[in-house]
């Protein structure tokens, strides 16, 4: 497996860890940066790559992504989250039932065209809003649905809740791009020495 192709999948995983642990800052503690938000919002925009190092174009912008995988992959077992693992094994399985029905569909597709029109007249939370409510129009009906943890008086905020499911459109988005790499958990547990030595030389990287 080339350099290349498990910097793609990593970069993947890498919007993945962010896009959870942005919905657990936002749930728990009403907590929201945009600049962590904006490649997660690219993403879900540019529908026409599949080449996570052209969507995520600026590599900094997930520094906070890779130093949360870094940390839920790597670091000491008692620093890990549980309910990031249960948002991360949710979303894949809420990918799979997505494949399996037809939500993908033309009209899918037309909103998304028409949110690239738009987004230059658009503040970050207004584009927030709108993806937010094409999520809860879409994804939000396959059941079972992703159950968010946290403070109710974050998680009834309107903002707050479209930001969440803007970050889980993210965090979807993310796992098709890693699978579009042919990434997959029995090949990161049997390659994790390499994918462990890449995520740390990547973090340096965006150190300097």
Avoid: H
């Avoid at 890449?198 to 150190?207: H, L």
């Amino acid at each position: 497996m080339s350099i290349s192709t498990i910097d793609r999948q990593l970069y993947s995983l890498a919007a993945l860890y962010q896009s959870c642990n942005a919905i657990s800052r936002i749930a728990w503690e009403g907590k929201y940066d945009e600049e962590e938000f904006s490649p997660l919002i690219k993403s879900i925009l540019d529908v026409n790559s599949d080449d996570p190092l052209s969507i995520y174009e600026e590599p900094t912008l997930l520094k906070p992504g890779f130093e949360f995988l870094k940390k839920q992959v790597i670091d000491d077992i008692f620093t890990r989250s549980s309910e990031t693992r249960r948002y991360i094994s949710s979303i894949k399985n809420l990918v799979r039932r997505i494949d399996a029905s037809n939500i993908i569909d033309e009209q899918f597709r037309k909103n998304i065209d028409r949110l690239n029109e738009i987004k230059r007249e658009k503040t970050i939370d207004d584009l927030v809003l709108e993806i937010g409510q094409l999520y809860l129009d879409t994804f939000s009906k396959v059941e079972p649905r992703i159950v968010i943890s946290g403070d109710n008086q974050y998680i009834k905020e309107d903002l707050n809740a479209a930001r969440i499911r803007t970050a889980l459109m993210a965090a979807i988005r993310s796992v098709y791009l890693w699978k579009s790499c042919n990434g997959s958990d029995i090949k990161f547990f049997l390659f994790k020495k390499r994918y462990i030595k890449r995520i740390k030389e990547i973090i340096v990287t965006m150190q300097n």
